[in-house]
């Protein structure tokens, strides 16, 4: 039973407009989430979190929102640059336990 | 160095030979990981590290066998391995379990 999903596997994006990347789980007590950035041939790099008790949390360009009623998590990118091209990997956690990640969302910019 | 870095990159081996991963994190973590990441698949969590004790062992076939010897250190030991265990393994730190982690750039193992 998969916990985190990322139900796209890829999104195109024009530069300069936004990118939504989304993300759904299933364990209502989850309670932090993580966005990873992930280039090819690279381990992934931690992005922006949010805690639970928040419903937004932003830095720079991305700003992750949070929808408990919904169980969803979404990260949006503004403006998206070329070098937002990678894989997003949403992830979360529950009190003391380990990351439960999705599959990641193919991210790619167009110039 | 800095970070977390793993040695090698790229492996290829044969089903008959064993080889062994490491990962060394320069953050003063207290917390290690070793993931899987297949195609098209969630990372995997394979093992976990807390101040050198494995805390988490998820169903993992006994031809992995990680090693923690120092909170900076880990490896996996591989033999006798199969084709479908070719994947990028990442290795990973956090300060404590919970915590963020930090990933190395993983090694991308061919098994033939």
């Known amino acids: 039973d998969q916990q985190v999903k990322q139900n796209s596997p890829s999104l195109s994006v024009q530069e300069g407009r936004i990118s939504i990347l989304n993300c759904d789980y299933t364990?209502?007590?989850?309670?932090?989430f993580l966005w990873y950035k992930k280039y090819p041939a690279e381990g992934p790099t931690f992005l922006i979190s949010i805690s639970s008790i928040k419903d937004k949390n932003e830095d720079g360009r991305f700003t992750v929102f949070l929808n408990k009623s919904a169980k969803h998590l979404s990260l949006h990118i503004v403006p998206s640059q070329p070098g937002d091209s990678a894989v997003y990997f949403c992830a979360a956690s529950l009190g003391n336990e380990k990351l439960t990640f999705g599959t990641g969302t193919r991210l790619t910019i167009i110039p | 160095e800095t970070g977390v870095t793993q040695t090698p990159r790229h492996l290829v081996m044969g089903m008959t030979n064993k080889k062994s991963l490491k990962c060394e994190q320069h953050?003063?973590?207290?917390?290690m990981y070793w993931y899987k990441q297949s195609a098209k698949k969630p990372l995997e969590l394979m093992f976990v590290?807390?101040?050198?004790?494995?805390?988490e062992n998820n169903s993992v076939p006994s031809r992995f066998s990680p090693e923690c010897p120092n909170s900076s250190h880990l490896f996996l030991h591989l033999h006798t391995l199969q084709p479908e265990d070719s994947a990028l393994y990442l290795c990973a730190s956090s300060q404590e379990f919970k915590d963020t982690q930090y990933f190395g750039p993983g090694t991308r193992l061919t098994v033939l």
């Open positions: 590290y807390s101040l050198e004790e494995r805390v």
């Open positions: 953050l003063g973590h207290n917390a």
């Open positions: 364990n209502s007590m989850f309670d932090y």
